[in-house]
């Protein structure tokens, strides 16, 4: 079975520090990996996707994410922080065999202060 | 290009009663899943079309159910709402088969009172 995990609810960051954003996941066979980004009262923005190659994925934003296999890990960075980017902040993992079955974590909310 | 849309985007429903959410998919997609999205939540999978049919279903009661027409927009139908249907109620759209990310549409809120 698919499952992803994000531990924390909550990520509080000051402006122009570095963020962190973390996910880990448990797959059966290759995993198919996203982040995705939802504003309030919007739908889910896509950021960023590993599918197989370079375990340093950029993205959308500046966002950049590693893959980690041995820690079973996709943990989302951004090198400088901005008060734009606090949202909610979603972890999947897609269905190996269905393409278009993700599971989402649970969610965490990145706040930014100035 | 318009992304993926989907019509209400705010409803009140009382419980019993019937509901339809619509969703059009992106340009150039042919397969549209829904999820439920409740408060403080993440997304949780409803099902999936593609040509048309229902390929595949999360756990959710029959009382869930859907459409897709022959223009790839789709339908989702739950009948009987509970309290605990109250929602946000996401489509997303993608290109089958292939390793691409789902597009999401804005999503449908929905209250059951």
């Known amino acids: 079975a698919q499952s992803v995990a994000q531990p924390e609810d909550q990520v509080n960051v000051a402006e122009g520090n570095p963020l962190t954003v973390k996910c880990t996941y448990s797959?059966?066979?290759?995993?198919?990996l996203f982040w995705y980004v939802q504003y309030p009262n919007r739908g889910l923005q896509f950021l960023l996707k590993?599918?197989?190659?370079?375990?340093l994925v950029k993205g959308s934003y500046g966002f950049e994410a590693e893959f980690n296999k041995s820690q079973t890990s996709f943990h989302l960075k951004k090198p400088s922080a901005l008060v734009s980017d606090s949202a909610l902040y979603f972890c999947?993992?897609?269905?190996?065999?269905?393409?278009?079955?993700?599971?989402f974590g649970s969610g965490t909310k990145l706040n930014v202060k100035p | 290009d318009a992304g993926v849309t989907q019509s209400p985007t705010h409803l009140i429903k009382t419980r019993g009663q019937q509901v339809t959410l619509r969703c059009s998919p992106k340009?150039?997609?042919?397969?549209v899943s829904w999820y439920q999205q409740a408060l403080g939540q993440g997304p949780q999978f409803i099902f999936q079309?593609?040509?048309?049919?229902?390929?595949q279903r999360g756990n959710f009661p029959d009382r869930f159910s859907g459409h897709q027409f022959p223009n790839y927009s789709s339908e989702l139908n739950v009948n009987a709402l509970l309290l605990g249907d109250s929602a946000l109620y996401l489509c997303?759209?993608?290109?089958?088969?292939?390793?691409?990310?789902?597009?999401f549409g804005q999503g449908t809120r929905l209250t059951v009172v």
């Open positions: 590993y599918i197989t190659g370079d375990n």
């Open positions: 340009s150039g997609h042919d397969t």
């Open positions: 079309y593609y040509e048309e049919e229902e390929r």
């Open positions: 999947a993992v897609r269905d190996g065999n269905n393409f278009n079955k993700f599971y």
């Open positions: 797959v059966s066979g290759n995993p198919y």
């Open positions: 997303a759209s993608s290109l089958a088969p292939g390793n691409t990310e789902a597009f």
